[in-house]
């Protein structure tokens, strides 16, 4: 069994701040806990915007706090997104949040990251694995 807080993550490893400086993510399970999923709390700055592709994963997001506009660029429909509000990128969508206030979700990625994954120029994780994985 597991059982770990938010705040034991505060500045270790599993606290990562994106290169672009448009959020921060605490990696609560990550890959090396070989449960077939990794879930994160992740908050996106009020008055910033990321375009992201995940070619990779499926990402599940669940909006815990504040408010963002989600773009689907594959159909050019956009989401109103606040608490309570869920998407799911099971087609590998491409897309945009412009967040309005602090957004603050919970993410559950599969396959599972490792943590060490950043945005690449197109928005992608990279499909990385952990050292012994087959």
Known sequence: MIVRTFAELENTERHVRSASGTWES???VLARERVGFSLH?????????????YANHVEAVVCTAGEAELTDHETGATYRIVPGTLYLLD?????????????????VFNPP???REDHDAN???????????A
């Open 26 to 28: 605490r990696r609560i």
């Open 113 to 115: 990251v490792t943590g």
């Open 123 to 133: 928005g992608v994780y990279p499909l990385l694995t952990e050292p012994g994985d």
């Open 41 to 53: 709390e992740t908050v996106l700055y009020a008055g910033t915007e990321t375009s992201m592709w």
């Open 91 to 107: 087609g590998h969508e491409r897309h945009t949040l412009r967040v309005k206030e602090d957004f603050r979700c919970l993410c």
